[in-house]
């Protein structure tokens, strides 16, 4: 079992930045780290997923320049830097967790074994 707990969601005006972080309780290079994000009315889409190395990153095209997902296997914990955000960009923000994911599935939220509770992102025009 995998509990992943989100932090650094906040409200930021348009072209800001935020650094969001996900904390695993066990060892988590075990596992495929991905970022998902869920606005209201929306389905829950795939923004960004890491290899267990951190060698292999992917991104959704609609953040691919801005977001930059990262990891620290040492702490246990995930990372996703934004920048230049835009009012698209808001929706709650999730951590997910991943053993035996093969990457051409990596938006699919159904292969996620686990999944943190989310933080809100707030970006403002």
């Known amino acids: 079992q995998v509990q992943l707990v989100e932090s650094g969601g906040g409200s930021v005006q348009a072209g800001g930045s935020l650094r969001l972080s996900c904390a695993a309780s066990?060892?988590?290079?075990?596992?495929?780290m991905a970022w998902f994000r869920q606005a209201p009315g929306q389905e829950r889409e795939g923004v960004a997923a890491?290899?267990?190395?951190?060698?292999?990153?992917l991104y959704a095209d609609s953040v691919k320049g801005r977001f930059t997902i990262s990891r620290d296997n040492g702490k246990n914990t995930l990372y996703l830097q934004m920048n230049g955000l835009k009012p698209e960009d808001t929706g709650v923000y999730y951590c997910?967790?991943?053993?035996?994911?093969?990457?051409?599935?990596?938006?699919?939220?159904?292969?996620?074994?686990?999944w943190g509770q989310g933080t809100q992102v707030t970006v403002s025009s």
């Open positions: 997910a967790a991943s053993s035996g994911l093969l990457l051409s599935s990596w938006r699919d939220p159904l292969k996620y074994n686990y």
């Open positions: 066990t060892y988590s290079p075990r596992y495929t």
């Open positions: 890491i290899t267990i190395s951190g060698v292999s990153t």
